[in-house]
């Protein structure tokens, strides 16, 4: 799912192109004040918002519920996550894109950064849940190890 509330507004030569995947989180709440900063000081971004949601895989749960019924599922799930991050991003007056994906959250974001030819990503350094980063790995740490272009994490 990709949307946006207005294309960002070109400037002579190249936007930078920043990832910013949330998940709810303090640390992507002060990821996201991290980048508003910084786009004031530096100029406008070309900014995408990105919510990974975790794919239902249970074989119980496709019993009842079609494929569209869980696609609507997980864009109401994502779009839940965003709607704090766009308002915030709109009372700034800056322009972004937001996109909802699904899949496993680090290899998601580092395929989503590479296909799309990021410059740059920013995220928190951890998610919602300590203990899923204690018994899978951080999921920033992950995405850094995946990625060859800069990533700046955010406490």
């Given at each position: 799912?990709?949307?946006?509330?207005?294309?960002?507004?070109?400037?002579?030569?190249?936007?930078?192109?920043v990832?910013?995947?949330?998940?709810?989180?303090?640390?992507?709440?002060?990821?996201l004040?991290?980048?508003?900063?910084?786009?004031?000081?530096?100029?406008p971004?070309?900014?995408?918002?990105?919510?990974?949601?975790?794919?239902?895989?249970?074989?119980?749960?496709?019993?009842?519920?079609?494929?569209?019924?869980i696609?609507?599922?997980?864009?109401?799930e994502?779009?839940?996550?965003?709607?704090?991050?766009?308002?915030?991003?709109?009372?700034?007056?800056?322009?972004?894109?937001?996109?909802?994906?699904?899949?496993?959250?680090?290899?998601?974001?580092?395929?989503?950064?590479?296909?799309?030819?990021f410059?740059?990503?920013v995220?928190?350094?951890?998610?919602?849940?300590?203990?899923?980063?204690l018994?899978?790995?951080?999921?920033?740490?992950?995405?850094?190890?995946?990625?060859?272009i800069?990533?700046?994490?955010?406490?």
């Amino acid at each position: 799912m990709r949307k946006s509330r207005k294309p960002a507004k070109q400037r002579p030569g190249k936007m930078t192109k920043v990832l910013l995947p949330v998940d709810g989180s303090d640390c992507s709440d002060r990821a996201l004040h991290y980048l508003i900063q910084l786009s004031a000081a530096q100029g406008p971004f070309e900014i995408h918002l990105l919510s990974v949601q975790i794919p239902i895989e249970s074989g119980h749960a496709r019993l009842f519920a079609t494929d569209a019924e869980i696609d609507a599922y997980h864009r109401d799930e994502g779009m839940k996550v965003l709607k704090p991050y766009l308002q915030k991003l709109e009372a700034a007056g800056i322009d972004y894109d937001y996109h909802v994906l699904v899949g496993h959250v680090s290899l998601t974001i580092a395929r989503f950064a590479k296909e799309q030819k990021f410059d740059k990503v920013v995220m928190g350094t951890h998610g919602r849940s300590g203990l899923t980063n204690l018994l899978m790995g951080s999921v920033a740490q992950n995405v850094v190890r995946r990625l060859k272009i800069p990533v700046a994490l955010v406490k």
